[in-house]
Nanobody, 113 residues
Framework: QVQLVESGGGLVQPGGSLRLSCAASGFTFSSYLMSWYRQVPGKERESVADIGPTGDSTRYADSVKGRFTISRDNAKNTLYLQMNSLKADDTAVYYC??????WGQGTQVTVSS
């Protein structure tokens, strides 16, 4: 069955960096577009970034463009999100997503001094 397991969240100061990982299993990872979403309590889940199956195409939300980088390693079945210049507004639970309604359990990112 499809499994997505995020890791790498934590507490970081404003201006700091974190790298999230999403380990995928149960499907042919290299065949699917993959996405990162985030959600703040009381708000809708929002799209952060997408990456095409081969990694040659990416798309970012305006709010993270220039600060976040989505990437993937198809040999390791792993999706990444490098987050730089973090702001308090980036505080959220971050989710890995695969088309078809498959979500990971989420990893908490807290940006605070």
């Amino acid at each position: 069955q499809v499994q997505l397991v995020e890791s790498g969240g934590g507490l970081v100061q404003p201006g700091g960096s974190l790298r999230l990982s999403c380990a995928a299993s149960g499907f042919t990872f290299s065949s699917y577009l993959m996405s990162w979403y985030r959600q703040v309590p009381g708000k809708e889940r929002e799209s952060v970034a997408d990456i095409g199956p081969t990694g040659d195409s990416t798309r970012y939300a305006d709010s993270v463009k220039g600060r976040f980088t989505i990437s993937r390693d198809n040999a390791k079945n792993t999706l990444y999100l490098q987050m730089n210049s973090l702001k308090a507004d980036d505080t959220a639970v971050y989710y890995c997503y695969r088309l078809g309604g498959f979500w990971g359990q989420g990893t908490q990112v807290t940006v605070s001094s």
